[in-house]
């Protein structure tokens, strides 16, 4: 038998699976608590041919029941009548958020919350399996403890004896007759499990459809990739159906997030969209799906205490956040601890950064369509606050929204000294300390990729 693990939450339900033979839960993933998780649980259901859900109950540590232990009693009501049929069971959950973080980071450096409920979800199936499991040992060893006498014993051998005698003696007769029901109810009854069977499923079919109608409003899934500018979302949210106007007054409207506050007078938004995946009814606003990546990026700063780890390199939260969106874009993840290091040391030192990834930003701000500067000569002289070519120190702003790994990146860079970097043409970084070594990294390494246009 199938069996699904729900670790219910107000803003998202953790989903495990198991099989009760083998007994061991594993994370399907994640659903968002937005008016969709009935549809998407069913599926899930539908998909693992199951209708038997353990879902994990809190209590307080004197083990009463607490207002959160109200709510998923609440869910499971609702669950069991949007999914008829459905059986809903029980599972006691202790710290199973923390125990499933602790499982998370010792598999990985990086991982979403939304993982993290799914290995909730896992644990409190694994604990239910667990408890069935030695139930069942308890049973068996309670039917395997009655002792008999021998005269008991022997008596009870005399009386099987007798009882097989006469079951020989009627087996020849009964056998034919056997055989011919046997035949019509395969014939009959086969034919009557297929019906029902094909009903079932076309019942099934019927009231997930139902079930996606009473879904509306429809809710649709938006994405903002790490690196991508306000720009490229701005672009998207006009492809998903917004109006030009809709998207641009979104953008300079005011957002009451304690880590906007310290930004300059008339910074953008650029930096502090979090890239994650979102779902949203069609009926949300623009501003309400900015409101949602601004959130995660406050998340993000406050869990991983970005601004006090910032301050540690003398920089402000803006201008590691601005830092980062360079980092972002000039390398690959791995490689992103080290970028940051060049960067704090130049500027420790004074050195102009040099990012050619601020003079393309510069140059999709004031020449989009680059009818002014058509070559790299003359992109890297534009008159811009983001062309760290030609004026020392951090641009005037963020030119990406940074990831989660160059915003740690900036926070804890690499231990080394270097102050010179770059990308070669067999995608490798190469780093040097003096300049005399990174010109002879460019013209061994990167005649090609130095020379793409800006």
């Known amino acids: 038998m199938k069996v699904l693990g729900l670790d219910v939450g107000e803003k998202r339900i953790g989903v495990a699976r198991a099989d ?23 599926r899930i259901a539908q998909m693992n ?37 459905a059986k809903v069971r029980f599972q006691d959950e202790s710290l199973t958020s923390v125990m499933a973080e602790e499982r998370l980071r010792a598999r990985k450096k990086n991982y979403e919350k939304g993982e993290i409920d799914a290995e909730a979800a896992a ?33 009870v051998k005399l009386n099987t004896k007798k009882a097989r005698h006469k079951m020989k003696k009627a087996t020849k007769w009964i056998t034919g007759i056997a055989i011919f029901a046997i035949i019509a109810l395969v014939v009959t009854g086969g034919t009557m499990w297929y019906l029902d069977r094909e009903a079932k499923k076309r019942e099934y079919a019927e009231y997930l459809a139902k079930l996606a109608a009473e879904a509306e409003p429809e809710v649709f899934s938006f994405m903002i990739k790490p690196g991508e500018t306000i720009f490229d979302v701005k672009k998207s949210l006009i492809e998903v159906g917004y109006s030009s106007s809709e998207v641009e007054e979104a953008f300079v409207a005011d957002y009451d997030f304690d880590f ?11 930096g502090y969209l979090y ?15 900015i409101e949602t990546f601004l959130k995660g990026m406050g998340e993000v700063i406050t869990e991983n205490n970005l601004e ?23 390398a690959p993840s791995p490689e ?26 510069a140059l999709d701000v004031v020449d989009p369509d680059r009818d002014t500067h058509s070559d790299n000569q003359s992109a890297l002289t534009v008159n811009s606050c983001y062309n760290t070519r030609l004026y020392a120190g951090l641009p005037c702003g963020p030119i990406s929204n940074p990831g989660l ?11 080394s000294s270097y102050l010179y970097f770059l990308t070669g043409d067999d995608g490798l970084m190469y780093y040097s300390y003096t300049e005399a070594e990174h010109i002879r990294n460019i013209y061994s390494h990167c005649q090609d990729l130095c020379n793409v246009s800006l």
């Open 49 to 85: 041919n199951t209708n038997f859900f353990v879902l994990g109950l809190p209590r307080s540590n004197e083990g009463k029941e607490t207002a959160q232990s109200l709510f998923v009693r609440n869910f499971a009501k609702t669950l069991t009548e949007k999914l008829p049929g």
């Open 308 to 330: 006090e780890k910032y301050a540690a390199h003398g920089l402000s939260l803006f201008e590691g956040i601005t830092l980062a969106s360079i980092v972002q874009k000039e």
């Open 123 to 155: 644990i409190i199936l694994q604990d239910f399996l667990e408890g069935l499991s030695r139930e069942n040992t308890l049973t068996v060893a309670a039917e395997t403890t009655t002792n008999l006498t021998k005269k008991e014993v022997d008596k």
């Open 260 to 270: 906007l506050k310290e930004r300059p007078e008339g910074a953008s938004l650029e």
């Open 336 to 361: 992103q601890p080290t970028v940051a290091q060049v960067f704090l040391s130049r500027l420790a030192y004074g050195i102009p950064l040099g990012s050619d990834v601020t003079v393309s930003y």
């Open 20 to 42: 009760s033979d083998t007994r061991i839960a594993v994370p399907v993933g994640y659903v968002l608590a937005d008016g969709s998780e009935w549809l998407k649980i069913a």
């Open 405 to 415: 790994n160059a915003l740690l990146a900036v926070a804890e860079p690499a231990d």
């Open 275 to 289: 890239g994650e995946t979102h779902e949203f009814y069609k009926s949300a606003t623009v501003k309400e799906i």
